[in-house]
Structures are given as structure tokens and as C-alpha cells.
């Protein structure tokens, strides 16, 4: 049940109104059931592991309170019975496949990734680490913990939400609000528009491109790669404001997850603004343990790096997440690295590094870094990479730019104008102070009905075209 | 490259219309009737745009021109949350 689909918003509509309907006490059972439910629409079969990682963080984080004496044992079990789970359902067949080109032999098995599992996962591990830290309460009633787990709005892509942000608002009492309910479909409107009509229109054109790089020329990779910048952020963006927007309706607050990272001014500034609750966790709970910056220079470098490529491995089951992981890694620790060097030749150069300009240019270098990486990232394959970075390298004509992606006037109309409203409607309806009811811009009727007509007729559009509209960081 | 969206001399007077009805608020302020009859206007030009043969690619522009036309003309909000 994907959200782009019919069937999710009379699914939406029936649990928002069992949210409001059951008493607070026993609320919790119509909204862990619509959880489930809408987890079992995309694997049943593979219900039991989410209850199982549930299960076990939840005995551990009661164990690791009731006897403390022996909480890094609990907590151990916490981690790993949480971590085999995700090791193997999700990278068995990476490292099985890599050892058997090593040695020749096929060590595969026929796995089903489960949807969301990396998402709980680390939910699951926060919530283990942060009871064992002390710096939350156990949470003793497995009702509450197993919504936490698998809170529909959040649970296959995100945002990875803290325990002491969402339990506490699961056990409060929720009324109506049409402050809520009105900020809340707009921010659903807001991420339908750029899913479907950015992110999917935009996903015919960089299929072209990548899914079968031997007929492309160089000069529609680095287009491709820009478009696939477009796409990724209007997809996972798009979700996660349906997702904000959902469960806002129903009185909920999720975090942010993004914050316009095409303006970042450098790497370290664009991962301030993508993928907020990811690069958090990461913070939190693997670079701060790894020693942060508390242990010299080299070691922060090195557990910068670890961060990225554990990061990149993370977002897929394969050497070009990983090399992709990696490739920020070295962004971040040569940007690092070369910032005094850098701050000298701008000085003695005379130049303003704060003027208007080099805010421009910096945002430029930024985003165009970003775009190589993505190559990487959306490669299908490392043969697929190869060929890839070959052309970009090897064949790059301008002049046929635009043509070989099928783009038309019309197309390119669209899309324009699509990405266009995309930043308008990030710049008022989707950053943290318009979650304020008094903050957010007005959304006149009419800007919404045609906001509206046009998710509407993308859709159509798409329908009749075959598109899947599959989210991408579902697969993850 | 593909094109004459909006072929039909009778479509590219409507949509000239929608367009211009909705720069309109920009100067005389946004009132409820005008959204009304704009949106109705709206309602009846695309449906007169299937039935004319058009594409679902030609009326996304049109509703996409008027997305951006009626957007930017919305107050942004100030980072303390207020409006401008």
C-alpha cells in the first residue's frame, strides 16, 4: 500500500478516525493494528521479524533497568539479536555474492529484503542504547513500545523517530484540531505534489539514462544526475511531508528530515540539511561513541570516515552505496582539511567569502559535488558505474545536452514549472517554523485546488505512461 | 521537439483569460468571488480540453502555470513565524 495509492487514503481516513474516536487509554490498539495491517500489505510473510526485533529490545530495555548490574549484557543482546536480523536479511547476498566471485562459487540465498528494516531497526537500537544510557525510562507496556516500533506514518522510509520524542506523544490525549488538520493536509498536499508530480515525471528521464548507460552518451549523464538530484529529494522529501503531514492530521509531531539541502554552502552544511534523523542517529549513536572529536585530528578523520561508509552501506546492499558513502567521506574530510588553506587564498585574493556571489558559488560547487556522487548512487551496478563515469569523462558534447533524454518543450515546461513550485512550497509550507499554526503561510483555496488538479493529472499522466511511483528509500 | 500545446484559438483565448485572472489578486487583493469564479473557469476550460482531444500533459501546464501564478502571490512566512 503504497501512499500514492487510492487505497492508502481510505486507509489514512479510517485510522484517523479511530485516533480520535477511541479513548485516549485504549487508542493505542486500533492504531498498532493499522500499523500492522499496513505493514503486512507490503510482506506479511515478514511480520514476524519486526515483532521479533520489537520483542527483544523491548524484554532488554525492562532488563537492562530491573538489573542493572548486568546491562551491557542486555544491552549486547539488544544490539545484536536487532543487528542479525538486518545483517542478514539485508547484506547476506552482498557479502555471499562478493566472497563467491572471489572463489568462484555461488553462496547466495533466495532472500526478501523486508520493507523498512533498516528504519525499525535502528528505532529499535535507539531506543536500546538511550535505556541503557539512562537517559530514558523503559517503557513498560509492550503496546505502547510495539507502536513506537511500527507507527505507520513513519515506518517503512522514516523519519527515524527518538522514544522520548514519540512514545510520550502516543500516550497523550489527542483532540481534533483543525489548526492540525489544516497544516497537516497541506503538508500532505505539499509532499504528494513533489512525489508525484517532480519526482516521478522527473524519474522517466533518468531512467533513460541509467538503466541502460551502453546507449547513453556522455553528454546525458551529467543532465541524468542532476535530475536524479531532483528526483531523490522530491521523492524521500515528498514522503516524509506525507508522513510529517499524516501523522500531524491525527495530532502527532515527527521531526524534520529535511531542511532545502541544495543550499547547502559546503558537504558538512548539505548533511546538516538531508536526512536530518538519519545523520542525527549516525551522530549520536556512532560517531559520538567512535570518540567525535574528543581524540585528536587522525582519529576524527577516521571516525568521520567510518560514519560515511557504514552510512553508505546502510542505504543499500551494494558497492556502489558503498563507494558512494565513501566519496562523501572524502568531500567532507578534504573539505575539512583544506578550509584554513582556503580561507588564506580567498583573503589574499581580497575576496568577501560571505558576499551574495560566492554564497552562489559555494552553493553551486555544493550541489554540482552532490550531483557526481549521485551517480554513484543511482548506478544500478558497478559495471553499470563504469560505463557511466567512462562517457562522462570520456565523451562530453554539449550540444546534444538536452535531446538525448527525450526532453520536449512541453517536458521541459513541466518540469520547469514543477521545481519552480517545489521551492516555493518548501520555503512556506514545509520547514519547521511553518509547523507553527500561527507560522505557516496562508494556502488559499483556490492555490490548493489547482496544487490539486495538478498531483491529479500527473498521476493520470503516469497511470497511462506505466509508471511504478514505487518511493525509492523504500527499498532501503 | 514536440509542440503547439493549446492549438485550438479558442483554448489559447480561455487560458490567456485563466492566467490573467489569476495575476489579478496580485493588484485589487485576493477575494473569495474571484477565487470562485476562477476556479470554475478553471473546471470548465480543462474539461472542454479533454473533450477537445487534449492531453493530460497539456492541462498539467496549464494547472502548473496557475499553481505557480496563485503561489507566489501567498505570503511567506518570516523565520520568528509571522507574516510578511
Redesign the interface.
Known amino acids: 500500500m503504497n501512499f500514492n495509492s487510492p487505497e492508502f487514503l481510505i486507509f489514512f481516513l479510517i485510522a484517523a478516525i479511530l485516533n480520535f474516536v477511541v479513548p485516549t487509554k485504549y487508542r493505542w490498539i486500533p492504531l498498532l493494528a493499522a500499523s500492522y495491517y499496513f505493514y503486512m500489505s507490503w510482506s506479511a510473510k515478514l511480520v514476524f521479524l519486526i515483532l521479533f526485533t520489537t520483542a527483544v529490545s523491548y524484554a532488554s530495555g525492562i532488563l537492562i533497568e530491573k538489573r542493572p548490574e548486568r546491562k551491557k549484557l542486555w544491552l549486547a543482546l539488544s544490539l545484536t539479536a536487532s543487528l542479525s536480523v538486518l545483517i542478514f536479511f539485508k547484506y547476506y547476498n552482498f557479502f555471499a555474492g562478493s566472497v563467491g566471485a572471489l572463489i568462484g562459487a555461488d553462496l547466495t540465498l533466495k532472500l526478501m529484503l523486508p520493507v523498512g528494516i533498516s528504519f525499525y531497526t535502528f528505532q529499535t537500537l535507539s531506543y536500546s542504547i538511550d535505556v541503557y544510557r539512562g537517559n530514558i525510562p523503559a517503557e513498560r507496556h509492550f503496546g505502547y513500545y510495539a507502536l513506537f516500533v511500527s507507527f505507520f506514518p513513519q515506518l517503512v522510509a522514516g523519519p527515524i523517530e527518538r522514544p522520548e520524542n514519540l512514545i510520550p506523544q502516543l500516550k497523550a490525549k489527542h483532540r481534533f484540531n483543525s489548526d492540525d488538520l489544516s497544516a497537516g493536509a497541506k503538508r500532505m498536499l505539499a509532499g504528494y505534489f513533489k512525489k508525484i ?1 517532480v519526482a516521478d515525471i522527473t524519474a522517466g528521464y533518468v531512467d533513460a539514462v541509467f538503466n541502460s548507460p551502453e546507449s547513453a552518451s556522455g553528454s546525458s549523464v551529467p543532465l541524468a544526475s542532476m535530475l536524479f538530484a531532483v528526483q531523490i529529494y522530491c521523492d524521500f522529501s515528498g514522503y516524509t511531508d506525507i508522513a510529517i503531514g499524516c501523522a500531524r492530521i491525527m495530532g502527532y509531531r515527527l521531526m524534520q528530515n529535511f531542511d532545502r539541502p541544495y543550499s547547502a554552502l559546503n558537504i558538512k552544511d548539505f548533511w546538516a540539511r538531508w536526512h536530518i534523523s538519519l545523520t542525527s542517529w549516525f551522530r549520536y549513536y556512532l560517531y559520538i561513541p567512535l570518540g567525535g572529536n574528543r581524540r585528536g585530528r587522525t582519529r576524527m578523520i577516521l571516525n568521520l570516515f567510518i560514519v560515511f561508509l557504514v552510512s553508505g552501506l546502510w542505504h543499500g546492499a551494494d558497492w556502489t552505496f558503498v563507494i558512494w558513502g565513501a566519496l562523501h567521506g572524502i568531500y567532507r574530510v578534504v573539505g575539512m582539511l583544506t578550509y584554513k588553506k582556503r580561507e588564506e587564498i580567498w583573503k589574499k585574493l581580497g575576496v568577501d567569502t560571505s558576499s551574495a556571489l560566492m554564497r552562489v558559488f559555494r552553493r553551486t560547487v555544493t550541489f554540482l559535488l552532490v550531483c557526481f556522487a549521485w551517480i554513484f548512487f543511482r548506478a544500478n551496478s558497478t559495471h553499470d558505474l563504469m560505463i557511466l563515469l567512462g562517457k562522462l569523462f570520456g565523451s562530453f558534447n554539449p550540444a546534444a545536452f538536452v535531446g538525448e533524454l527525450g526532453l ?4 521541459v ?2 518540469l520547469a ?2 521545481y ?2 517545489m521551492t ?2 518548501d ?2 509550507y514545509t ?1 519547521p ?2 509547523e ?1 499554526p ?10 490548493a ?3 490539486l ?2 498531483v491529479i ?2 498521476w ?2 503516469l497511470k ?1 505512461s506505466g509508471g511504478s511511483g514505487a518511493f525509492i528509500y523504500f527499498q532501503f | 521537439m514536440d509542440i503547439i500545446f493549446f492549438e485550438q484559438p479558442l483554448i489559447r483565448i480561455a487560458a490567456l483569460i485563466l492566467i490573467i485572472l489569476d495575476l489579478v489578486p496580485r493588484f485589487i487583493g485576493a477575494h473569495i468571488w474571484l477565487t470562485v469564479v476562477n476556479c470554475a473557469l478553471h473546471a470548465v476550460l480543462l474539461s472542454y480540453m479533454f473533450l477537445a482531444g487534449g492531453t493530460f500533459e497539456e492541462a498539467l501546464l496549464l494547472v502548473l502555470v496557475s499553481s505557480a501564478l496563485a503561489l507566489v502571490q501567498c505570503p511567506e512566512p518570516r523565520k520568528d513565524g509571522s507574516k510578511k
Open positions: 508530480v520536449t518543450l512541453t517536458g515546461l513541466i514549472l514543477a519552480i513550485i516555493q512550497l520555503r512556506r520547514l517554523e511553518a507553527l500561527s507560522g505557516g503561510a496562508v494556502m488559499q483555496s483556490g492555490t485546488l489547482y496544487l488538479y495538478a493529472f500527473a493520470l499522466l497511462a
